[in-house]
């Protein structure tokens, strides 16, 4: 069996699980390629793959922009089998059968939908590492069990739906969503760069659609934004602030999943992730063959 897991991950979780699947998917013989939903936009789906499963974080109750354009690429199933999994620090809404019904829309059998809680990657300023730590670690061994769950699941042949109510699936995963497009479009209101910023390139290259300008205090956000926060979280300065989270936002500290900015910076030329100040040059990537670490 052979399986493409398509993914898009704003600051690591989605990936992180990507490879617990992988993993987990292995130990019954499955054959899996992990792959960025911004390389498969660019480079297409491989034509031999039996399974499609899809991963993504949740935005709004919904899943991300750049995830929705995935779906619209996407060629048809002609009936074949797919599974779908968002990541969320929160209220998943009907995220899933968002992602499932347009699957099925296009010819896909779905056949497992799975939502995981993952910690937040950020932290308040003042609170204790360690203790941050150590509760992220709970988190994502639980996770971990879940996700041997799902592949004994998706191996034996055992469905698993969602089956969200009407608030959920209208309100949340309706309304708020096609919201969270819209606003989108206008991303340059709410991204805000301060004086701490020093262009190093490190957010432009970041960018999952290419609209951080490599100047982002000369110029201002595209309209192909998707909201994901690599950039706020990549930053080393922590100098790119949403407003759409007035007077939280600076007290809190972003952060990428550890490992995830050397997986940004194989992906775009195999160079080390820059540090402060340096200047990055993008290069190509499709196949992410990262361990988790």
């Given at each position: 069996m052979?399986?493409?897991l398509?993914?898009?991950?704003g600051?690591?979780?989605?990936?992180?699980?990507?490879?617990?699947?992988a993993?987990?998917?292995?130990?019954?013989?499955?054959?899996?390629?992990?792959c960025p939903v911004?390389?498969?936009?660019?480079?297409?789906?491989?034509?031999d793959?039996?399974?499609?499963?899809l991963g993504f974080?949740?935005?709004?109750?919904?899943?991300?922009?750049?995830?929705?354009?995935?779906l619209?690429?996407?060629?048809?199933?002609?009936?074949?089998?797919?599974f779908?999994?968002?990541?969320a620090?929160?209220?998943?809404?009907?995220?899933t059968?968002?992602?499932?019904?347009?699957?099925?829309?296009k010819?896909?059998?779905?056949?497992?939908?799975?939502?995981?809680?993952?910690?937040e990657?950020?932290?308040?300023?003042?609170?204790?590492?360690a203790?941050?730590?150590?509760?992220?670690?709970?988190?994502?061994?639980?996770?971990?069990r879940?996700?041997?769950?799902?592949a004994?699941?998706?191996?034996?042949?055992?469905?698993?739906?969602?089956?969200?109510?009407?608030?959920r699936?209208?309100?949340l995963?309706?309304?708020?969503?096609?919201w969270?497009?819209?606003?989108c479009?206008?991303?340059a209101?709410?991204?805000s760069?301060?004086?701490a910023?020093?262009?190093?390139?490190?957010?432009?290259?970041?960018?999952p659609t290419?609209?951080?300008p490599?100047?982002?205090?000369?110029?201002?956000?595209?309209?192909?934004c998707?909201?994901?926060?690599?950039?706020?979280?990549?930053?080393p300065?922590?100098?790119?602030?949403?407003?759409?989270?007035?007077g939280?936002?600076?007290f809190?500290?972003?952060?990428?999943?550890p490992?995830?900015?050397?997986?940004l910076?194989?992906?775009?030329g195999?160079?080390?992730?820059?540090t402060?100040g340096?200047p990055?040059?993008?290069?190509?990537?499709?196949i992410?063959?990262?361990?988790?670490?």
């Amino acid at each position: 069996m052979k399986a493409a897991l398509v993914y898009f991950s704003g600051t690591g979780n989605t990936w992180r699980t990507a490879h617990l699947y992988a993993a987990h998917l292995g130990r019954f013989g499955w054959a899996t390629d992990v792959c960025p939903v911004e390389s498969v936009l660019r480079q297409k789906l491989a034509p031999d793959i039996d399974r499609l499963g899809l991963g993504f974080p949740v935005n709004a109750f919904g899943p991300p922009r750049v995830v929705d354009r995935f779906l619209h690429a996407l060629p048809p199933g002609e009936g074949r089998h797919a599974f779908v999994w968002a990541v969320a620090a929160g209220i998943v809404g009907g995220a899933t059968a968002v992602v499932r019904d347009r699957l099925e829309a296009k010819g896909y059998r779905v056949v497992h939908e799975q939502a995981y809680l993952v910690p937040e990657n950020g932290h308040w300023r003042w609170s204790d590492p360690a203790v941050a730590a150590m509760s992220k670690e709970r988190a994502w061994n639980r996770v971990d069990r879940l996700v041997a769950r799902a592949a004994g699941e998706l191996a034996t042949g055992r469905a698993r739906r969602s089956r969200p109510g009407h608030i959920r699936q209208r309100l949340l995963s309706g309304s708020m969503w096609r919201w969270y497009l819209r606003s989108c479009e206008h991303a340059a209101r709410y991204v805000s760069v301060t004086a701490a910023c020093r262009p190093c390139g490190l957010c432009a290259a970041a960018c999952p659609t290419g609209v951080m300008p490599s100047n982002p205090l000369e110029h201002a956000v595209g309209s192909d934004c998707t909201f994901c926060l690599r950039c706020a979280s990549i930053c080393p300065r922590q100098a790119i602030t949403i407003r759409l989270l007035p007077g939280i936002i600076r007290f809190l500290h972003r952060h990428l999943e550890p490992g995830y900015a050397e997986v940004l910076a194989g992906a775009r030329g195999g160079g080390k992730a820059p540090t402060q100040g340096e200047p990055f040059t993008p290069g190509e990537g499709a196949i992410d063959k990262a361990a988790v670490p």
